[in-house]
């Protein structure tokens, strides 16, 4: 275990430690759709792009988990809520990752809503934490902030900027400025097509592609591709009648392997 974790360290450093730079994936269902997210506009938007907060009915909550390719110390868990007001959308995320040795915290506070029928705007006010035993804390506060435009009545564009400004980390690193742009192409109730561009500015662009098919009337059917890594997705999501909906979902690369994921989601 000991020599899988340093391989890990040292071929993937950025992809698994990075993650106070990177936002977190869009719950289980952004994990079975290639970790897309820019055009969400469920609750799981809270954490890709707080636009999509804008189309939110009535309060909803989430909460997801996933352990990188299988490693124990290597887990991400994160919840949020929002609750919809004639001001607009307001929330709160929560996020966790790493293990003893390692961990980083967030704490957010997000807000989405309609500037013009088919153009909604979102953003949020993010506090990183980051905790080594042997070394202590180091907090760093930043924002992130997105917009959700509805081109045709099947498409739409969103458009999200992570840390727009250069936010010192470390002495030796920066907050990373993330910006993805995406589009989602809806050619008929049940069927969702997604493709998005994320480029931190210290890094080559990753290409997502994510597909959403009902199948029945509860119950969905993931995937997705994303490269740089590449890596391989899918996943299914149930809906109960309650207003519950249950995730699952695991990605692959080709090297490190499996990366299962869970989540829920409530809408009143």
Known sequence: ???????????????????????????????????????????????????????????????????????????????????PTASGTFGMTLHYFGFEQYNEQRIGLAYGRRLLDKLSIGAQFLMLNTRIPE??????????VGALAELLPQLNLGIHLFSPARIQLTEEDNLPTVLKLGLSYLPSDKLSLLAELE???????????????????????????????????????????????????SSYHQVLGFTPAAGITFTK
């Open 135 to 144: 070394y202590g804390n180091k907090a760093v506060f930043t924002f992130e």
């Open 1 to 83: 275990m000991k020599y899988y974790f340093s391989l890990l360290l040292f071929t993937c450093a950025h992809y698994l430690f990075a993650q106070n730079g990177v936002p977190p994936t869009a719950g289980a269902r952004g994990v079975a759709m290639g970790h897309t997210g820019a055009t969400y506009t469920d609750i799981n938007s809270i954490f890709s792009n707080q636009a999509g907060l804008a189309h939110l009915e009535s309060m909803a909550f989430t909460a997801y988990g996933e352990q990188r390719f299988l490693v124990s110390e290597i887990r991400s868990v994160a919840a949020g809520a929002a609750l």
């Open 199 to 249: 480029k931190d500015i210290d890094f080559t662009a990753r290409a997502k592609f994510g597909l959403e098919y009902q199948i029945i009337e509860p119950l969905f059917l993931r995937l997705g591709v994303a490269t740089q890594p590449t890596a391989l997705s899918f996943g299914l999501g149930y809906a109960l009648a309650s207003g519950l909906r249950i995730d699952i979902a």
